[in-house]
């Protein structure tokens, strides 16, 4: 098991601080459940929130995309960012409006992130990203050559500044709700794969196992 | 159909700007059915991007939560904000590893909030956030009294300068690729409702249909 951070500042959960965790294993988990994150960095003051593919590779959060995204382009640059990435689970339907909410698992993790120019990582953090999509898909598809590689951006983040946060369990309504004549409780939420759909001109490829078996378990 | 907006330096799409779209049908579709968005927020510096659940009612988004949230509190003294949210439509998976890809939509939404103070305003915020999570459900609950009216911060954030960006189509691999036996094609992504979980304790509540009919179309 990994050894859980100790919280800074920025990362402690304020609000309701029995929903936070900085075990690495929680946070590991959700980051590599959750098939996209947003990234989040300021420009002049404004944030900007993007959303993009991660992959998680030990210790090390990768982002990639073309040179000239601005996103990638300001974490190049050292620029501090946030990725935060989000199951959800359940909606959790209360008697009382006000008790609505939702049961989720999020990651925040902060930090500068430095551009990966060494070939081997480049190879290794665009395999991951694959393998972040499609488990095991990494293994069935040309690689990128140097050129492709040139021409993708990497960047890295290491998980050392980052925090989970999660509700579990059903709606919390007051006691004297319990007699309204309201439906309450939860709907689980998965995602559900449908029916692959093949490109034209396929070589002898029937759909891989890999594809046939995609699951997120049961979140979004 | 509403206007379309014209993009503003910041919201102009720059990376395969074809990808781009600044109408407010589009925009409007993207932020309703996605169940929840990642706010973000500057805070000395340090960018931070917060899940949680928000509500469009015409021309407005609204958020709501606690009065201590950290994220509310910024948002109510007026910080720049940028608000996003993302579907996953379908896997797109290529013949080569640089190809893979993601067919999604976003909104990103800037500006400056303002904290909702008129009692009406409130409560239809609050009404629209019960319904954006089940539609149909907030004439099915009890709505918020004055204290919990009160003891709930409600922001809201004018859909003024707004973008919306997509991708949608098959992969595109590079021609001498086609030869490669691999499979490659689309994974169609839904969100599947599970079987509800009632509370015990419930008053002659079936499940009702606002429940039992809920779907999110063919998006995560």
């Not at 944030?47 to 040179?67: C, E, F």
């Not at 601005?70 to 990435?85: H, M, N, Q, S, V």
């Not at 040139?150 to 004297?176: H, Q, Y």
Request: proline letters at 9%; one cysteine or more.
């Amino acid at each position: 098991m990994e050894p859980s951070h100790e919280p800074t500042e920025r990362t402690r959960v304020r609000r309701k601080p029995s929903r936070g965790s900085y075990e690495r294993e929680v946070i590991d988990e959700i980051l590599d459940r959750a098939l996209i994150c947003h990234v989040g960095f300021v420009d002049d003051g404004q944030p900007y929130v993007t959303p993009t593919i991660h992959a998680r590779h030990g210790d090390t959060l990768y982002l990639h995309g073309s040179p000239s995204s601005r996103t990638l382009t300001a974490l190049a640059g050292g620029a501090p960012c946030c990725i935060t990435a989000t199951l959800v689970d359940e909606l959790v339907l209360a008697r009382s409006a006000r008790q609505h909410s939702l049961n989720y698992r999020s990651v925040m993790v902060l930090g500068n992130a430095r551009e990966v120019t060494d070939p081997d990582e480049k190879q290794l953090a665009m395999r991951a990203v694959v393998d972040h999509i499609v488990p095991g898909r990494s293994d069935h598809v040309r690689g990128p050559d140097e050129k492709e590689a040139e021409t993708t951006r990497i960047v890295a983040l290491p998980i050392d500044e980052a925090s989970a946060k999660l509700r579990e369990g059903p709606p919390v309504d007051k006691r004297e709700d319990h007699e309204l004549p309201f439906w309450a409780g939860r709907l689980p939420l998965t995602v559900a794969p449908g029916t692959p759909i093949p490109e034209p001109e396929l070589h002898g490829a029937e759909i891989p196992d890999h594809v046939r078996n995609w699951r997120r378990d049961s979140t979004v």
